[in-house]
């Protein structure tokens, strides 16, 4: 086999797509002289018609080489450009254009390297994930170990001044001190609801695993929360895939979960819009259960999304947000191995995905997936079918 030939073989079978081109002084693209196949490819040109045209004739961005690029270019004589190449069906395909300038008997000539990094940039996307999981779970771990010695010295004391204050209500005759006995009373129980959820972040409440279904825990949820949903206008959608296996949960925690993740999407939409959609979904993933909450709701700025699981945040100005309910169910779907992430978008909605092992089930994955869809709205009476289960679990 020839040199050539071999070279040409070489330069084909590249994953990377090549070209060498002249320039002149100024950087200007005046002839092509060399492409392999894949090059061709990105240009939409076979190789005899990619050495016939001109440089001019071709709008591929990474060709046209501006005066700083070729400034830095002649004075190290290698160049790296991240670019968002636009392909013909309108993807955006990150590329990274490699630039080589060399000279051959005075004439300024480029080799030219485009490799697709998107396998690479899914990979960073990945990692940039992980890395912001690790560190929201490291800060929540820290907070997690102060709160829990916080909730215990403060149970203590406001335990008595419950127990008292309902004491002095029943032996107190007088109205007005009746009046202000219950107020302390009141602003007791809030105080020891925040307590309450302390000690769930903190993860110092014992659970109770059982082996039952998510969908039952959805439908209990929505139930809880029926009456609220239609006077507010906001239209309930369940997608439950019937062939979720059932796996250990904590049927309460993750209703806690649940009630407070409807809770917020309820008062985003009703605040912003008056009505509301509201999609609750599960998918069987095989090894995991996947539960899906989303609303058309006024959605997060990326700089409260970053936020929104960290303890005491809230942007609730009244005095109903305690900044604690994402942080706890994100500590209860931590408790149960799995994941919470949320994804979200100014003007349009928010979605949260949460992923839960499968753990000792008895309902065979290899059944086909089926959707029970679900409607709650305010035109409607806003009754769940009556097959539903009635009981919460034993």
Known sequence: MEKAE????FLDNMLDAVAVYETSGEG?????????GQMC????????????????????????????????????????????????DNRSVPIEIHYHLFQLDERN?????????????????????????LNLSSRLASVGALTAGVAHEINSPLTSILGFSERLARKCTSEEQHRDIERIHTEALRAAKVIDNLRTF???????????????????????????????????????????????LDFYKIQQVLINMILNAEQA??????????????????????MIIEDNGPGISPEIAEKVFDPFFTT?????????????????????????????????????IIDLPVKNS??????????????VNAKTPAKLPKSLPQNLPD
């Open 28 to 36: 200007k693209p005046l002839k092509f002289l060399e492409a392999n």
């Open 202 to 248: 903190a993860r110092s409440y014992q659970q109770e695993k059982k082996l039952c279904g998510l969908n039952e825990i959805i439908r209990k949820s929505v139930e809880l929360r029926e009456y609220e949903l239609v006077v507010q206008n906001i239209v309930v959608e369940l997608e439950l895939a019937e062939n979720l296996p059932a796996t250990l």
């Open 6 to 9: 071999l070279f040409h073989l």
């Open 316 to 352: 609730k100005e009244d005095s109903r947000g305690t900044g604690l309910g994402l942080s706890v169910c994100y500590g209860i779907i931590m408790e149960h191995d799995g994941k919470i992430q949320l994804e979200s978008k100014l003007g349009q909605g928010t979605r949260f």
């Open 41 to 88: 490819r990105y240009l939409g040109h076979t190789h005899e018609e990619f050495l016939r045209i001109q440089p001019a004739d071709v709008s591929f961005e990474c060709f046209n080489i501006n005066r700083t690029v070729w400034l830095d270019l002649l004075e190290s004589r290698y160049l790296s450009i991240e670019y968002l190449y636009k392909t013909k």
């Open 269 to 290: 939409m009703y605040q912003a819009h008056g009505r509301g959609r509201l999609l609750i979904k599960t998918q069987n993933m095989g090894n995991y259960i996947r």
């Open 362 to 375: 008895r309902i065979s994955r290899k059944k086909a997936a089926e959707v029970v869809v679900v409607k």
């Open 109 to 133: 000539l480029v080799f030219l390297t485009i490799r697709d990094i998107s396998e690479r940039k899914k990979a960073e996307e990945k990692q940039r994930r992980l890395e912001k999981d």
